[in-house]
């Protein structure tokens, strides 16, 4: 007596599934994920330390993330379920950050009407640029690009007067966020020296001292 087995390897036809590359989405985004190659059943599960669990059917399945997540697409073959392929896909998250505030060395103040500057700056946030603009009579002499930069300014522009606001755009994959701080700079009055002490007649041949009060 003997018997005879036929064994049917089930899966030599199924196809490789791809989930694709690995994501980056802002925070409160959506990632549209799609699975590749599968010509079977696609299924969609959230990876997390409680284990997966279904979240999506389908080739294409949108997520909404709230932290970093990694996600499996699971293809079976629609005749034999127990044949299945994985992939895996990760979603990072990029945080919106705020910008500002600006501070610097002279934002109100009266200064003298000479040739001078200042340097001004908000927090640095990573993969971020920057573009500044700054009051009529001030000038950016280095740093435009960058969460800092140093101004100049001419005598004759501090002498009348610099005012207006001082604006810096930050760029980055989420967006682009403004912030501005009012600057107002003026020129020191000159000080009246007070009056000349001294004898008021004079001998001739004399010798005499005159002098004034320290400003």
Known sequence: ?????????????????????DTTICAGGVAILTATGCTGNTTWYQLGVEGPFV??????????????TCYMVVCCDPLYPACCDTDTVCVTILPVVG???????????CLPAIFGGSTYSVPAVSGATYQWTVPTGMSISSGQGTPTITTTWTNLAMNAGISGQLCVYQITPCGVQLICTPI???AVAPVTPPSI???????????????VAAV
């Open 1 to 21: 007596i003997s018997n005879s087995i036929t064994v049917i390897f089930c899966c030599d036809t199924l196809s490789t599934v791809s989930a694709g590359n």
């Open 55 to 68: 979240v999506g059917q389908g080739p294409i399945f949108a997520a909404l993330p709230q932290t970093n």
């Open 99 to 109: 910008v500002g505030p600006i501070t610097g060395t002279h934002l109100t103040a």
């Open 184 to 186: 107002d700079l003026n």
């Open 197 to 211: 002490s001294g004898p008021a007649k004079v001998c001739p041949g004399n010798i005499v001292t005159y002098s």
